[in-house]
């Protein structure tokens, strides 16, 4: 590798150079070359990392008559018809809305509440629905995609002895192969709860203190493994870690993560929503294969108050939701007061 970008770099260095035979041997040749090649070696192999994805840009319109998507602190999630949802915690249409797969606003989800800070589209046996964790409500939800309420759990499910203070601060849910749910309590104990598919209580496990954990954000059901077990990103300590559906930890997926703040599954893939500007996508042994939108401009990262006018296509601010359509391709929700949702296409 680096006699070709040796070579490279001389011929680069020759070619912007008065008086080519003059300064071939030179010291400053071999200098520059020298400078040249780290740069060289960035351009080549950071490029690769996000090889399989192109970005589509300015994916999602603003509805017609907003001047912007509305203010975002939730998630991302793909039907089965290829259609995108996304809940908006402010705005005229806060809520979750739903959008084409071309990007055109649709419609919003009637009686989908405005503070779905994680939540998921499942298709099972009897149709396709909606299971979300309100932030603020504390309630868990499944809702048809129409908005007809099919599942409302009250906080009040959950035993006492399990919350902090009282009160729960739920961030994620996701739903396993046999229709369980799994709940995780993310800015306030870390525990995670789980209720059967009809709304009652089995256990709860996990926290802080037991899993180590220091914000677990979100998780995602990860069924790569038989059997399946839980994906959770723990935000703060800027890792991934694996949990069988039992409430065993398994152990750390991956380390060194910009403060992960979302996960998702498809395939032999998952991915991490990077709030520190970046997605990342790992084998099932947890190796890193591509890596996308990072964004290493000062300021620009893990705030939701970045202008439009500074954003970039392909760059992130602030990722807080994850999803993959059917066809692997990836959607990114923001942390962001203006809203805004990104699409790469995985590459056929």
Same mark, same amino acid.
Request: charged content about 20%; proline content about 6%.
């Given at each position: 590798?680096?006699?070709?970008?040796?070579?490279?770099?001389?011929?680069?260095?020759?070619?912007?150079?008065?008086?080519?035979?003059?300064?071939?041997?030179?010291?400053?040749?071999?200098?520059?070359?020298? &400078?040249?090649?780290?740069?060289?070696?960035?351009?080549?192999?950071?490029?690769?990392?996000?090889?399989?994805?192109?970005?589509?840009?300015?994916?999602?319109?603003?509805?017609?008559?907003?001047?912007?998507?509305?203010?975002?602190?939730?998630?991302?999630?793909?039907?089965?018809?290829?259609?995108?949802?996304?809940?908006?915690?402010?705005?005229? &249409?806060?809520?979750?809305?739903?959008?084409?797969?071309?990007?055109?606003?649709?419609?919003?989800?009637?009686?989908?509440?405005?503070?779905?800070?994680?939540?998921?589209?499942?298709?099972?046996?009897?149709?396709?629905?909606?299971?979300?964790?309100?932030?603020?409500?504390?309630?868990?939800?499944?809702?048809?995609?129409?908005?007809?309420?099919?599942?409302?759990?009250?906080?009040?499910?959950?035993?006492?002895?399990?919350?902090?203070?009282?009160?729960?601060?739920?961030?994620?849910?996701?739903?396993?192969?046999?229709?369980?749910?799994?709940?995780?309590?993310?800015?306030?104990?870390?525990?995670?709860?789980?209720?059967?598919?009809?709304?009652?209580?089995?256990?709860?496990?996990?926290?802080?203190?037991?899993?180590?954990?220091?914000?677990?954000?979100?998780?995602?059901?990860?069924?790569?493994? +038989?059997?399946?077990?839980?994906?959770?990103?723990?935000?703060?300590?800027?890792?991934?870690?694996?949990?069988?559906?039992?409430?065993?930890?398994?152990?750390?997926?991956?380390?060194?993560?910009?403060?992960?703040?979302?996960?998702?599954?498809?395939?032999?893939?998952?991915?991490?929503?990077?709030?520190?500007?970046?997605?990342?996508?790992?084998?099932?042994?947890?190796?890193?294969?591509?890596?996308?939108?990072? +964004?290493?401009?000062?300021?620009?990262?893990?705030?939701?108050?970045?202008?439009?006018?500074?954003?970039?296509?392909?760059?992130?601010?602030?990722?807080?939701?994850?999803?993959?359509?059917?066809?692997?391709?990836?959607?990114?929700?923001?942390?962001?007061?203006?809203?805004?949702?990104?699409?790469?296409?995985?590459?056929?």
């Amino acid at each position: 590798m680096f006699p070709t970008l040796g070579r490279l770099a001389r011929t680069l260095v020759r070619n912007s150079l008065p008086n080519r035979q003059r300064w071939a041997q030179s010291a400053a040749v071999t200098r520059d070359m020298k &400078k040249l090649i780290p740069f060289l070696m960035a351009a080549l192999v950071l490029p690769a990392m996000g090889a399989n994805f192109s970005v589509v840009p300015n994916w999602a319109k603003v509805p017609t008559g907003e001047k912007q998507i509305g203010s975002m602190h939730g998630d991302v999630a793909v039907s089965s018809k290829g259609e995108v949802y996304v809940s908006v915690q402010g705005g005229p &249409k806060a809520g979750v809305q739903v959008y084409s797969a071309e990007g055109k606003y649709l419609r919003n989800v009637p009686k989908a509440p405005g503070d779905f800070h994680g939540f998921v589209i499942k298709k099972l046996a009897g149709g396709e629905f909606i299971f979300g964790a309100r932030l603020g409500g504390q309630n868990i939800l499944k809702l048809t995609l129409g908005g007809v309420v099919k599942l409302d759990i009250p906080p009040t499910t959950i035993p006492a002895k399990y919350k902090n203070g009282g009160r729960m601060r739920l961030t994620a849910m996701d739903v396993a192969p046999n229709g369980d749910l799994f709940v995780v309590d993310g800015y306030s104990s870390d525990r995670i709860h789980h209720l059967a598919q009809d709304g009652k209580y089995i256990k709860s496990f996990g926290g802080k203190k037991e899993f180590g954990t220091k914000t677990l954000h979100k998780i995602c059901i990860d069924a790569r493994y +038989n059997p399946p077990r839980i994906l959770g990103a723990d935000r703060e300590g800027l890792r991934l870690i694996h949990v069988s559906l039992d409430g065993k930890f398994l152990g750390v997926y991956a380390k060194d993560v910009l403060r992960p703040a979302a996960v998702a599954v498809h395939g032999d893939l998952a991915v991490a929503g990077e709030i520190k500007g970046r997605a990342t996508l790992y084998d099932k042994a947890g190796k890193v294969v591509a890596q996308l939108g990072h +964004n290493t401009k000062p300021g620009e990262t893990a705030t939701n108050k970045l202008p439009p006018a500074k954003w970039r296509p392909g760059y992130f601010s602030a990722p807080h939701g994850v999803a993959f359509n059917a066809a692997g391709d990836l959607f990114v929700a923001e942390y962001t007061v203006f809203g805004r949702i990104h699409r790469f296409n995985v590459k056929k």
